[in-house]
């Protein structure tokens, strides 16, 4: 099955690219695969850096994206699609 790569920063620009990509997804018949790329020192203070278990805010913020693809496909008719969601850590692009 071909795919589509839809990047998502949940900005209103993400969500219009977002949105056109999932339609665009449904119309040419492409898995949606959906990537998030946070920093790995995102909302962290510089004296927790050795004690924090990172694994564990990615997985969290995995559950997050995921829950508000959800959400969002919901809310525009798309709850069929078939979607696949990836968070990734590593510093991200300006």
């Known amino acids: 099955m071909r795919s589509i790569l ?3 920063d949940f900005s209103k620009n993400s969500e219009s690219s ?10 040419e018949k492409l898995k949606a695969i959906i990537l998030h790329v946070v920093s790995p ?30 959400k969002f496909k919901q809310k525009n008719n798309l709850s069929t699609l078939a979607t696949e969601v990836f968070c990734e850590s590593d510093t991200v692009a300006d």
């Open 6 to 8: 839809l990047p998502i």
């Open 18 to 27: 977002l949105l056109f990509g999932l339609n665009l997804s449904k119309k």
């Open 41 to 70: 020192y995102s909302g962290l203070d510089n004296n927790i850096y050795q004690i924090f278990d990172y694994s564990i805010s990615l997985e969290e913020r995995k559950k997050a994206t995921e829950d508000y693809l959800f």
